[in-house]
């Protein structure tokens, strides 16, 4: 069975740093994608980055272009979301998903964990 387990979160000042990390059972990493997703008090759950776990390409929202990197290493089977100069927009419990053996649709998903940022 796929399980996710985030971790990292956390309260944090505008202009600091977290990384969140994805503990990750169940699910080979050989193709297809995982990505992290937030969703902030009422607001709609948004897609933040996604990767490749094949060959590591990357995406980002606009939101956070040039502030979080997403990486992912294959033998730990971990996904990762290093978040750098964070901004209270951030704000937003942040989830962890791996899509289905077809590569289509995000299909398993984990707990969430909480990140606060504050001015």
């Known amino acids: 069975q796929v399980q996710l387990v985030e971790s990292g979160g956390g309260s944090v000042q505008a202009g600091g740093s977290l990384k969140l990390s994805c503990a990750v059972s169940g699910y080979i990493f050989s193709t297809c994608g995982m990505g992290w997703f937030r969703q902030a008090p009422g607001k709609e759950r948004e897609l933040v980055s996604s990767?490749?776990?094949?060959?590591?390409?990357?995406t980002y929202a606009d939101s956070v272009k040039g502030r979080f990197t997403i990486s992912r290493d294959s033998d730990k089977y971990a996904l990762y979301l290093q978040m750098n100069n964070l901004k209270t927009e951030d704000t937003a419990v942040y989830y962890c998903?791996?899509?289905?053996?077809?590569?289509?649709?995000?299909?398993?998903w984990g707990q969430g964990t909480q990140v606060i940022v504050s001015s």
């Open positions: 990767i490749i776990n094949s060959d590591g390409t990357a």
């Open positions: 998903a791996a899509q289905g053996d077809d590569c289509g649709e995000y299909k398993y």
